[in-house]
T-cell receptor, first 116, second 114 residues
Framework: ETGVTQTPRHLVMGMTNKKSLKCEQHLGHNAMYWYKQSAKKPLELMFVYSLEERVENNSVPSRFSPECPNSSHLFLHLHTLQPEDSALYLC???????????????FGQGTRLTVV | AQKVTQAQTEISVVEKEDVTLDCVYETRDTTYYLFWYKQPPSGELVFLIRRNSFDEQNEISGRYSWNFQKSTSSFNFTITASQVVDSAVYFCALSEATNNDMRFGAGTRLTVKP
């Protein structure tokens, strides 16, 4: 059983919809991340939260809006997405606040998002 | 910026064969970390190994072994006596000590046939 849980596992949404992806980690970690995995590109880091503060935003379009209410929960709010946003969205957590590379990250199973 | 190249897009082997997955990286930092992750069909990335740039010792864990060579900027992964359960996509990743980004390679899809 994974220590990082993502819901929903699958999501189909129209371009005018608003939806949210949820991530919960049960590992006591203090950093959480959103990654995007699409068929055409390698895994891309989208957002980094350390101690509930956003520390990294890799030029992600504003139609993706993250929220980290506490160290165990991370959300990705979606609105007016495009078909090219269809991808697997992976959440991860780690213990080290110094950077994602200083210790291993634990990943959830992802949300498979399809934008129609 | 750091870069990871996994030149092998797909590899197919028959059970019990040995297989090596290649990973070549680029970085300007002297302190960095290298990783291998396994992504089974269920989707989650499973951590396999983390190696820092100052430790070039090769590592063996059961049927898995890793060969880190700074001279060629490579961090290759070998599975000995492969099994069907090893079928997955394997990602090599690099993180520099100076930033928060873990840069992944494109992945190698390994299929082990019975």
């Amino acid at each position: 059983e994974t220590g990082v849980t993502q819901t929903p596992r699958h999501l189909v949404m129209g371009m005018t919809n608003k939806k949210s992806l949820k991530c919960e980690q049960h590992l006591g970690h203090n950093a959480m991340y959103w990654y995007k995995q699409s068929a055409k590109k390698p895994l891309e880091l989208m957002f980094v939260y350390s101690l509930e503060e956003r520390v990294e935003n890799n030029s992600v379009p504003s139609r993706f809006s993250p929220e980290c209410p506490n160290s165990s929960h991370l959300f990705l709010h979606l609105h007016t997405l495009q078909p090219e946003d269809s991808a697997l969205y992976l959440c991860a957590s780690s213990q080290d606040t110094q950077g994602v590379g200083n210790t291993e990250a634990f990943f959830g199973q992802g949300t498979r998002l399809t934008v129609v | 910026a750091q870069k990871v190249t996994q030149a092998q897009t797909e590899i197919s082997v028959v059970e019990k064969e040995d297989v090596t997955l290649d990973c070549v990286y680029e970085t300007r930092d002297t302190t960095y970390y290298l990783f291998w992750y396994k992504q089974p069909p269920s989707g989650e990335l499973v951590f396999l190994i983390r190696r820092n740039s100052f430790d070039e010792q090769n590592e063996i864990s059961g049927r898995y072994s890793w060969n880190f060579q700074k001279s060629t900027s490579s961090f290759n992964f070998t599975i000995t006596a492969s099994q069907v359960v090893d079928s997955a996509v394997y990602f090599c990743a690099l993180s520099e000590a100076t930033n928060n980004d873990m840069r992944f390679g494109a992945g190698t899809r390994l299929t082990v046939k019975p």
